[in-house]
């Protein structure tokens, strides 16, 4: 078999990626496979197991065992473990980079930019096994002691999306160890190398067999499998909305809790008092970087009417630069997107925006000519005159194409921002205070950025949205305990006396 990626950095050799289950690396018992390829020149990098749910049964029955006692080990010492693998990432930082760019195509500065989110994750959570932190509070009853602490919620199944293989992973699956869950994790079928690698590391820092458990496999089978069986407690997914919406039903009928996490259509809001040259940078970065493929990408500029036209001729400058390419070339600014399903799912909103009526800046096309003419590449694309109600100013694209909306004035810029459905990530580029602090209380997303871009949320801070981007919950941050422990309260009556709350009070 032939090598195919990056020989010279020692990454990705053609290969079977198989499932993880119960400390052992176990073949699908289904048999079946499916190619992995490299979005940047179609290279098939290996094939992918194609689980079903009689694997996932065997990976939950592990996952259950483990459980049992995992539960019982101190959280600090659940901690060490997670310290080594923040070490044992930074070890492989390169590696498992060159690893990211060559199955999903991001360019290798911002897959460096990735892992070392996990390993930031990594180092935090392990913190978390020190603090975890409970609370006391009287009791109206004298002798008797009261106070909340978590518990574990049991055994999770991860579902995670290609975008970010490694960091959206470690966002859930370190703090559901520490706090002393066991995991069944399926990947994206798109990204089943990075997930080999993350798993290794757990298995090489020794982390008990059961704890973790992979299980490559589509959405539709084996994610469904995850959601149906009876013994998982928790899905945490970040992914599509219709997805999402899918495993909510389900998982509501079941009874099942879920942290979702699902798409945005972030937007850029530039004032007229705004450094302009800052916008256009920051636009550039949050619209087109990941090839537009993240969550939190901007897709939506709204900028007052009388800066409009400076922008834009500063943007279309900014776009004739950025090279198209491999994103394992150091040179490359945009790399691929995902897929042909990807590649077609935005050539369409291309059409549907020009039909609509929007005017076509720069883009708008499939890149041609690009490396060796396999891969899937599509020109930096900008819209401008899109009006919010337009279906490119709506939906979700998930790829380079942003829409350029002129606003007469701040209150209908932060109305417009707020006027989808989706509200993760929102910013404003100005210079007035007063607007930022207005802009901080009504921008209606999770996450708000006062001049800097829509991109790049810190480990440390909640991660997620309103409306139809999430249920509620959060991605990281101390936030991220609440999804994966259960409170209980627990009051100790040292009174030896039978003591009735509400009633034997002298509160009367
Ligand atoms: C995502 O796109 O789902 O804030 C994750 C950011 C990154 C994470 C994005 N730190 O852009």
Not at 23 to 28: C, I, L, Q
Not at 220 to 225: H, K, Q, Y
Not at 495 to 501: I, K
Request: charged content about 25%; proline content about 4%; glycine content about 10%.
């Amino acid at each position: 078999m032939s090598l195919s990626i990056n020989e010279a950095a020692g990454v990705v050799k053609t290969g079977k990626y198989i499932n993880y289950i119960d400390g052992e690396w176990k073949e699908p018992l289904t048999g079946k496979y499916r190619p992995v390829i490299n979005p940047a020149n179609g290279e098939v990098l290996g094939e992918v197991a194609q689980s079903s749910a009689v694997d996932v049964d065997l990976a939950v029955a592990a996952a259950v065992k483990a459980q049992k006692e995992w539960r019982l080990v101190p959280a600090p010492e659940r901690a060490e473990y997670l310290f080594t693998v923040g070490r044992l990432l930074k070890e492989q930082k390169e590696n498992l980079a060159r690893m990211i760019t060559s199955e999903m195509g991001k360019v290798i500065e911002e897959a460096r930019g990735e892992v070392q989110e996990a390993i930031d994750m990594a180092h935090y959570m392990a913190g978390e096994g020190r603090r975890m932190f409970g609370e006391t509070m009287p009791s109206e009853l004298r002798n008797k002691f009261a106070m909340s602490i978590r518990v574990p919620v049991g055994v999770v199944g991860l579902i995670t999306p290609w975008n970010f293989p490694i960091a959206i992973a470690s966002w859930k699956s370190l703090p559901a160890l520490v706090t002393g869950n066991a995991l069944v994790w399926k990947p994206s079928p798109d990204t089943p190398i990075v997930a080999e690698a993350f798993v290794k590391i757990y298995e090489q820092a020794g982390l008990p067999k059961g704890l973790i458990n992979l299980v490559q496999g589509s959405g539709p089978e084996a994610g469904a499998a995850l959601v149906e069986h009876p013994d998982i407690d928790l899905i945490g997914f970040t992914g599509s909305n219709a997805v999402g919406k899918k495993i909510n039903e389900r998982a509501g009928a079941l009874l099942k809790r879920t942290s979702l996490e699902m798409g945005g259509k972030n937007a850029i809001i530039v004032m007229d008092d705004a450094n302009l040259d800052l916008a256009v940078e920051s636009i550039i970065w949050s619209g087109f970087g990941t090839t537009g493929q993240r969550c939190t990408a901007a897709s939506r500029v709204i900028v007052h009417e009388a800066v409009k036209q400076k922008l834009e001729a500063q943007l279309i400058d900014a776009v004739c630069h950025l090279k198209l390419g491999d994103g394992q070339d150091e040179s490359t600014d945009v790399g691929p997107v995902i897929n042909q399903a990807a590649l077609e799912k935005i050539d369409k909103y291309v059409r549907i925006g020009i039909s609509e009526g929007a005017t076509l800046l720069c883009g708008g096309k499939l890149a041609e000519g690009v490396g060796n003419g396999k891969g899937y590449y599509y020109e930096p694309t900008i819209f401008t005159d899109v009006k919010p109600d337009m279906t490119i100013a709506k939906e979700e694209i998930f790829g380079p194409v942003l829409s350029i909306i002129s606003t007469k004035d701040f209150e209908t810029a932060i109305k417009v921002n707020n006027e989808v459905s989706f509200g993760l990530s929102s910013s404003i580029f100005t210079s007035d205070v007063n607007r930022v602090f207005q802009a901080m209380r009504d921008l209606d997303t999770g996450i708000v950025y006062i001049n800097a871009g829509t991109t790049g949320a810190e480990i440390h801070l909640p991660f997620g949205g309103t409306k139809e981007t999430g249920n509620g919950h959060r991605d990281s941050g101390v936030a991220a305990l609440d999804v994966y422990t259960e409170w209980r309260a627990v009051y100790v009556d040292y009174s030896n006396t039978l003591q009735r709350a509400q009633i034997d009070t002298n509160t009367k």
